[in-house]
């Protein structure tokens, strides 16, 4: 079935195909984890960048990483609807900004290529939350959801007609690229507003195969041999769909991640490839960037 956002994945073993049956719904399917980072190689580097002129995030170097592991992990890149398994043909992430006096926040969505380096994920964030700081900006979300919200009555049945086309058929790309919930990556920051991190469901309504919430830094102690160790981390409440990767592709890939975080150098470089996923037998397949 063709879909705007993605391409059937094909040949898979039986199990993923058998899965998304057994699991219809991405709410039952979500497996959590924790996974704590090590902030001393994070902040050492975020001053580095910043004695060369560089203003770098948290934030940037959390999304940096998860799309260099996604460029080497093509299953991390996939989702499920109508219990069917698709590729997606773009990766997106999307994340919550707060706007200057407003008590609303608002979602902002950002393509990326998979061989993007960590300044040109930075640049595009920074410009991202940059322009919600605009009191009269407004993005494809905000747009869509005054439409929906111009008649109140017709909300309901208009989402309800959103989600049958989305399951049964497939949105049109503009409605896709307007929904903060057809995404690769959902991202939270709860260390802006110096809160613990939690474990995000998963959306019903669009695609999202994995949400990451970031924690505020905290110190724990840990066992080094017979030494023991205080460091300060980050908490990483990672929810992921498990239909599209099994237990073991997840645990190598947060093993993968969390190397990547110990040395955010590895991101200034491009990868030296980008691997595709092995089951998409479409020819010549499109990589949508916006």
Known sequence: MYRADGYRVRGNDAMYELVPYIMPYR?????????????????????????????????SIIIAGALRLVS???????FVMN????????F??????LQPGKTSDTVTKLYF???DDIFTVNQKVQEAIEKTQIPTSQNALDKLMSRLLAIPFLVGGAVGILKFI????????????ASPFHT???VTNLASIRTNTIHHHLYEFGTTGIFISMGQPMKKTYLNGENVEERKIMELGIVTDERIANGHYYGRCFRELNRLYKNPEILETKPETVVKDPHVKKKNPKFIVK
Do not use: E, W
């Open 83 to 90: 219990r069917k398994i698709y590729s997606r043909n773009h």
């Open 72 to 78: 080497q992990n093509p299953y991390l890149n996939r």
């Open 27 to 59: 709410y039952d399917a979500s497996n959590t984890v924790t996974v704590d980072i090590d902030l001393a190689p994070i902040q050492d580097y975020i001053r580095k960048c910043r004695k060369k002129g560089i203003q770098m995030s948290h934030m």
């Open 92 to 97: 997106c992430v999307s994340f919550v900004t």
């Open 113 to 115: 290529n998979l061989d």
């Open 166 to 177: 989305d399951k049964y058929f497939t949105l049109p790309f503009s409605i896709i690229n």
């Open 184 to 186: 690769s990556l959902f």
